[in-house]
């Protein structure tokens, strides 16, 4: 075996032969790359592929660090130990008043804390009104008729919660004093008896029709196909 003593050899010696390897290296990364990727356009099944990249990024013990490819981009939203992160929710982004950490939010203290916003939209509503009458863009006056549309149905719906809320309150106290607890069809049997008192006849038959519109559809889902025919 050829021993070569370092020091005897030149500084520019010692410089070509690093160069040297450094290129081997090169080209060495190279031919990898390139057997990589040809390696991942096989005709091969897709699970043989994760499953032997998975695999080479396995640790060397458990106490080595994690490994992964340099391919991957690195997610800059990372789960910290402690905190809930809620992979369905609709957004990573939440309002931070209705977060889990902070307890269980209460809705109906909500919609109080939050109840001059109403008078905001009915101002809103009684101003869209006005420009109706006084545009006369048909263009602009079909885009305020659809908002105010939108804007009034909002505003149902915020009003029908509030309605439903305070009848559910309403008997659920009363039950508790009876001691006597009230199922969920029995209370959304109670909240459509107080809404029909204050409606009209004529909106009640719409009502009603409606919702036998409603039950109908959803008995002929549940129908065999052969029976609906």
């Not at 409606?210 to 889902?221: G, H």
């Given at each position: ?161 509030d309605f439903e809320r305070e009848v559910i309150a309403k008997h659920t106290k009363e039950a508790r004093k009876n001691n006597y607890h009230l199922k969920k069809s029995e209370l959304k049997k109670l909240v459509l008896t107080e809404k029909f008192k204050t409606m009209k006849k ?28």
């Open positions: 075996m050829l021993i070569i003593d370092i020091k005897s050899l030149s500084f520019g010696a010692l410089s070509k032969a690093q160069k040297s390897l450094e290129e081997e290296q090169r080209r060495y990364d190279s031919e990898e790359d390139e057997q990589g990727n040809s390696d991942s356009d096989s005709d091969g099944p897709p699970e043989e592929s994760s499953a032997s990249s998975s695999g080479s990024h396995k640790r060397r013990s458990k106490h080595a660090p994690a490994e992964s490819s340099f391919k991957k981009p690195v997610s800059w939203i990372r789960e910290v130990p402690g905190l809930v992160n809620k992979k369905t929710s609709s957004s990573l982004y939440r309002d931070i008043r209705f977060d889990p950490a902070y307890g269980k939010s209460d809705l109906q203290e909500t919609r109080k804390n939050y109840a001059f916003l109403n008078e905001y939209r009915e101002k809103e509503l009684q101003d869209m009104k006005k420009m109706v009458k006084t545009t006369k863009d048909e263009n602009e006056k079909s885009k305020l008729k659809t908002a105010i549309q939108a804007l009034e149905s909002r505003l149902k719906t915020f009003k029908d919660r004529k909106d009640v038959n719409h009502a009603l029709e409606r919702r036998r519109k409603k039950n109908t559809a959803k008995e002929r889902k549940q129908m065999p196909l052969q029976r609906r025919a």
